[in-house]
T-cell receptor
């Protein structure tokens, strides 16, 4: 069974500092995708960043980067230069290949940026 | 561009009443479609997904059902709601047959069963 683990239920970061949100996953699949989503209090799910299992380079999207360590099965999200608007829930997700393309989500990390 | 619609945005229903939530996608064809439920302060629970018209896979046994009568329409239903059905329901779509693409989510429906 596929499992996504986010061990940090809540995190605090000072504005303008960097923060790392942890995510580990468990799968026997060879091909899969890893994603991070942001969910502000409004409830919408906003896609942030994607990492493919065969990608050798860590993904980056603006202030977001994904620290992908395949052997350790971890896909941590790094947010640089935190802003007040980054306060939200963050979910790590994995998508399986070739099996209905199911997505599996972690339980989320609540990030609070302190001014 | 693709857009995903969900309605209603909020819903208050008594226990034992029926439910119908609708989701439609525009600007794409043959999408995978998904229904999730999110309890307050919790993660997303995948309820159903569909890879084509009439093809529904259920992830969690419950008193909910889903249907896909058209390529870009996904409906979540219940004949009799339970208190435990309260939550935030999200519809999503994705490109099929590859893990390289993300899901796109609708705005969600907040359901309160009283």
């Amino acid at each position: 069974a596929q499992k996504i683990t986010q061990t940090q239920p809540g995190m605090f970061v000072q504005e303008k500092e960097a923060v790392t949100l942890d995510c580990t996953y468990d799968t026997s699949d060879q091909s899969y995708g890893l994603f991070w989503y942001k969910q502000p209090s409004s409830g919408e799910m906003i896609f942030l960043i994607y990492q493919g299992s065969y990608d050798e380079q860590n993904a980056t999207e603006g202030r977001y980067s994904l620290n992908f360590q395949k052997a350790r099965k971890s896909a941590n999200l790094v947010i640089s230069a935190s802003q007040l608007g980054d306060s939200a829930m963050y979910f790590c997700a994995m998508r399986r290949e070739n099996t209905g393309n199911q997505f599996y989500f972690g339980t989320g990390t609540s990030l609070t940026v302190i001014p | 561009s693709q857009t995903i619609h969900q309605w209603p945005a909020t819903l208050v229903q008594p226990v034992g009443s029926p439910l119908s939530l609708e989701c439609t996608v525009e600007g794409t064809s043959n999408p995978n479609l998904y229904w999730y439920r999110q309890a307050a302060g919790r993660g997303l629970q995948l309820l159903f997904y569909s890879v084509g018209i009439g093809q529904i896979s259920s992830e969690v046994p419950q008193n909910l059902s889903a249907s896909r009568p058209q390529d870009r329409q996904f409906i979540l239903s219940s004949k009799k709601l339970l208190l435990s059905d309260s939550g935030f329901y999200l519809c999503a779509w994705s490109v099929r047959l590859t893990s390289a693409y993300e899901q796109y989510f609708g705005p969600g429906t907040r359901l309160t069963v009283t």
